[in-house]
């Protein structure tokens, strides 16, 4: 029965004459999710409101689906539209569309009317009051709540008809590319694919870099890493995931600097390498699943002293949620059953048994310095040398 999508958004409506920006962003990541599904669609945009249109058979649940995966999207309603053929005919396709989506008449129903043509006979109030006369007399078994109904019946006139009485909830935020663009600092682990995820969410095109340390990290931990990149790419669009070998520059640390500061160390050099990829893709900032406390390089003292080698800012999205908030947030979008098959990353491999917790930024300093000889061209290898995987859903 239903051939088309009347696509609702929420915080696009208040953007004022910048307004078209956010529905044309909007509207080409639908026209994208949309690709692969089954069917013929269109994405139009007509008085403020956007509509998906279908020829011919689609895949109706997988299209849906789809447009559940598009950040900027309030609520997705199934819609039947209809010619304005005057009242009569208004009043037969109403009561066809109750008879046909709901089997089950033992309900209690709330109109809706719009009359966005003012042309068209008679009020909102009016139209209301008989087109529900009309489903009580076509369904005697269900009954008016305007209050707490189980069923709103929306009719839209315009210059065609509209009628709908689902609204699916969407995901909400912003549409992808409308904030600029960010690097993810992407392990194989639970928190990061969450905070990509989340920061798309308010519009942020996301890349991503993942550090690579074979062969203490194998290959199965780097395709681990490859698909989440693809889970996450589902709701933020492609992905240009940058693999940077970062063995070399781990055993060095390894060698030269305190084991109980690895850790922080380490840190710092991935951020400032993740930077420096950035800086050249034209990011923004640099995205982590960081998170107060939960690990020693988590800490307040670990995250001032990772931050100070950054010139971008550091966007945490995570950074006050507790594991299991962050653990329900990656069953949402299906990253958990990813991230914790057991599968190390570098970052696990070379902790040291007893972390700093509190590292003093001088003492890190100091410690650093024992790495000028080589570090700078290692950082240029590894930079030159990334592999950049394109990601699609």
Do not use: W
């Not at 088309?4 to 004459?17: H, Q, R, S």
Request: contains cysteine; glycine residues 6%; aromatic residues 10%.
């Amino acid at each position: 029965m239903f051939k088309a999508f009347l696509v609702k958004y929420a915080e696009i409506g208040i953007k004022g004459k910048n307004r078209y920006l956010f529905e044309d962003a909007l509207i080409r990541q639908m026209e994208y999710v949309l690709k692969p599904v089954e069917g013929t669609f269109h994405v139009t945009k007509e008085q403020g409101r956007i509509y998906v249109l279908t020829e011919g058979d689609f895949d109706y649940e997988e299209a849906l689906e789809a447009l559940k995966r598009v950040f900027g999207i309030a609520y997705i309603c199934p819609v039947v539209i209809k010619e304005d053929q005057g009242y009569e005919q208004l009043e037969k396709d109403v009561v066809a569309y109750v008879d046909h989506v709901y089997p089950d008449k033992n309900k209690s129903f709330k109109m809706h009317v719009r009359r966005a043509k003012k042309t068209y006979p008679g009020t909102s109030m009016e139209l209301n009051a008989d087109l529900g006369g009309a489903i009580l007399d076509a369904f005697p078994e269900m009954k008016v709540d305007v209050h707490n109904p189980q069923l709103l019946i929306t009719v839209e006139i315009r210059e065609k008809i509209y009628i709908y009485s689902e609204s699916i909830p969407g995901p909400g935020g912003m549409p992808i590319g409308t904030n600029g663009k960010a690097m993810l600092l992407l392990s194989g682990g639970i928190d990061s694919p969450v905070a990509g995820y989340m920061i798309a969410k308010r519009g942020v095109k996301i890349d991503a870099v993942y550090f690579h340390a074979p062969p203490y990290t194998s290959e199965r931990a780097k395709q681990k890493v490859v698909d989440l990149a693809k889970l996450v790419a589902r709701y933020s669009g492609p992905i240009n995931l940058y693999v940077v070998n970062f063995t070399d520059i781990q055993l060095y640390i390894y060698d030269q600097c305190p084991h109980d500061e690895l850790t922080i160390i380490m840190r710092r050099y991935m951020m400032k390498i993740a930077e420096r990829i950035g800086k050249e893709q034209g990011c923004l900032g640099l995205i982590t699943g960081e998170s107060i406390g939960q690990v020693a390089s988590q800490t307040v003292q670990s995250l001032a002293a990772t931050n100070e080698v950054c010139t971008m800012p550091v966007f945490r999205p995570v950074i006050g949620f507790d594991k299991q908030e962050i653990v329900d947030i990656s069953l949402k979008i299906n990253t958990y059953e990813t991230s914790i098959q057991p599968y190390e990353d570098c970052c696990t491999i070379f902790v040291a048994k007893h972390p700093v917790t509190k590292p003093n930024i001088q003492m890190i300093k100091k410690s650093e310095k024992k790495l000028e000889e080589k570090i700078d061209e290692m950082m240029d290898q590894a930079v030159n040398t990334a592999e950049r995987i394109y990601i699609e859903a």
